[in-house]
C-alpha cells in the first residue's frame, strides 16, 4: 500500500484512530498461530507455484500477503503493529507457502541508526509517507536476515521481495542498499547494471532465476534517489511494469475479467491485488475491501499475478479458492496419470483408459485431437497435432484448456501434470 492517504482525505483520520487503539492496547495474540495447511491445499499450492517455474514473470503466479512485516508477532507491540495486516511472522508465512512478501521500508529514527552513527536508519514499519506511524519497528537488517535464512533453507524456491520504498534521500537509499548487500548477498537476482534504472524483468522466468544461483527478488517503487549503486543493483523498478487494485469496484469473473484491467494488460503487465483491511485505512477511506473466497477463484482464471492478503493464516479457507489444478484429495493415486474434468479440475485416472488429449501449440492455446487413446499414447498424440503435451502451468492457462476441451465436446482429457 502507498502510504494512508492515497485518495487524498488526509491524515486526521489516520491519527484519531491511531490515538484510539493506543488507548485501547495491543491486540490479543492470535490463537490460530501457524496452525498446519491441510495437507492436500499445501501441496496444490506447492506443485502450482513450481508449474510456473518456467512461465515469464508477466505469465507467473504469486501467492503473496500485504505489509507481510506488520503483525504483533514479527515487530512486537511497537505503534504500526497496534493496527496489524498479519498474524503469522515472515517466517511462518514462508513456510505455509507464501512466496511474495511486502516490506514497508521508511527513513526514520532508530537505535541501529545511532549505533552507525546517524540518527535514521532503513525501519520497517506500516505507516504514512511522511513516517508518521513509525516508532520502534525493526529496522531493515533483522527482517531481510530472516527472509535470508528461510531462503538458504529453500534452494528451490524463489521470493519475490516488494520493498514499498520511502526512504526520502539520496542517504536513506544508500544505507537501505548498503544493508541489502550485507544480509542478503548474492541471494539476491542482481540487475543488469547499477549505473541506471532497470525495470521490472517481465521475460525472465523463476526458472532463469535459480540458474543464476540467486533465490530472491527484489523490487521497489522507484530506483531511488541519486546515485546509489548498491539500491540499483539490487533491486528492480516495477512502477511502470505492474498494474494494482483492491476489490473496491467488485471483479468480474472470466471472461470479463473487469472492471479494472483489460485483455491486453493482463497480457502484458503484472497485475496484482491486495487487501488492506487495517482499521486505520478503512477509516481512511483507503481499504476496506476484502479479496472473498469466490475473488480468488475468479482471479486465478483470469491472470492475475499476485494475490496479497490481510489476515494471513496457514488454514485460511481461502487457500483453497486459489487452487485451479488438482481436485480435493487429489491425486489419489500415485500413477502420473491425471485428466481434466468438465469442472475444469484434476484427478488421477488408470493410465490405460484412454481419453481425448489437451495439446499446447506453439502460441500457447490449445488442441484436442480427436483420436482417445491411452496416457502412453499422448506425447506422440500431440507431436503429430505439431503440438506439445505439455501440463497448464497457470489458472488462465486452464482455464483456455477447459474452454478448448468444451468446445471439442471431449469430455475428460489427459493432461500432463509436470
Not at 540518527?119 to 514499519?125: D, E, K
Not at 521475460?203 to 527478488?217: F, K, N, P, T, Y
Not at 497448464?392 to 471439442?408: C, D, F, I, K, Y
Request: proline share 5%.
Amino acid at each position: 500500500m502507498r502510504g494512508l492517504s492515497i485518495r487524498g482525505r488526509g491524515v486526521g483520520a489516520a491519527i484519531l484512530a491511531v490515538a484510539w487503539l493506543v488507548a485501547l492496547g495491543a491486540p490479543a495474540a492470535h490463537a490460530d498461530g501457524a496452525a498446519a495447511t491441510p495437507s492436500w491445499v499445501q501441496q496444490s499450492l506447492e506443485s502450482q507455484f513450481h508449474l510456473g517455474d518456467s512461465l515469464p514473470l508477466r505469465s507467473s503466479d504469486w501467492v503473496g500477503t500485504h505489509n507481510s512485516f506488520n503483525s504483533v508477532k514479527e515487530v512486537g507491540l511497537a505503534l504500526s503493529a497496534l493496527d496489524p495486516n498479519q498474524k503469522l511472522t515472515l517466517t511462518e508465512q514462508l513456510d505455509a507457502g507464501v512466496r511474495q512478501l511486502e516490506i514497508d521500508v521508511h527513513w526514520f529514527p532508530s537505535l541501529s541508526g545511532l549505533l552507525s552513527g546517524s540518527l535514521q536508519a532503513p525501519v520497517v514499519c506500516h505507516a504514512l509517507d511522511s513516517g508518521l506511524g513509525c516508532s520502534t519497528e525493526k529496522a531493515l537488517g533483522p527482517i531481510l536476515t530472516e527472509v535470508a535464512t528461510w531462503s538458504r533453507a529453500h534452494p528451490d524456491d524463489v521470493v519475490l521481495v516488494y520493498l514499498e520504498d520511502h526512504l526520502s534521500n539520496e542517504k536513506g537509499y544508500q544505507t537501505a542498499g548498503s544493508v541489502i548487500a550485507d544480509k542478503l548477498g548474492s541471494l539476491v537476482y542482481r540487475t543488469p547494471n547499477s549505473t541506471s534504472c532497470s525495470t521490472m524483468p517481465l521475460s525472465v522466468s523463476r526458472s532463469q532465476i535459480l540458474a543464476s544461483g540467486a533465490r530472491i527478488l527484489l523490487l521497489g517503487n522507484s530506483c531511488g534517489v541519486g546515485n546509489d549503486p548498491a539500491w540499483r543493483s539490487n533491486v528492480f523498478d516495477w512502477h511502470a511494469s505492474h498494474l494494482e487494485a483492491q476489490v473496491e469496484n467488485g471483479f468480474e469473473g472470466w471472461p470479463a475479467c473487469g472492471p479494472d484491467f483489460t485483455a491486453a494488460q493482463y497480457a502484458t503487465r503484472f497485475t496484482r491485488y491486495f487487501e488492506e483491511m487495517g482499521l486505520i485505512s478503512k477509516l481512511d477511506q483507503a481499504g476496506g475491501w476484502p479479496l472473498t473466497a469466490d475473488d480468488i477463484a475468479a482471479m486465478t482464471k483470469c491472470g492475475v499475478n499476485m494475490l496479497s492478503l490481510d489476515n494471513w493464516s496457514a488454514s485460511d479457507p481461502r487457500l483453497a479458492s486459489m487452487i485451479w489444478s488438482w481436485a480435493p484429495g487429489e491425486p489419489s493415486s500415485s500413477s502420473g496419470c491425471a485428466v481434466q474434468g468438465s469442472d475444469g479440475r484434476w484427478s488421477s485416472a488408470a493410465c490405460t483408459d484412454t481419453h481425448q488429449v489437451a495439446c499446447q501449440l506453439t502460441d500457447g492455446s490449445w488442441t484436442i485431437p480427436d483420436a482417445a487413446v491411452p496416457q502412453a499414447s499422448a506425447e506422440t498424440t500431440c507431436t503429430d497435432a505439431g503440438a506439445s503435451f505439455a501440463p497448464p502451468r497457470t489458472g488462465s492457462q486452464n482455464q483456455a484448456l477447459l474452454q478448448a476441451a468444451g468446445a471439442a465436446d471431449s469430455g475428460d482429457v489427459w493432461v500432463a501434470t509436470s
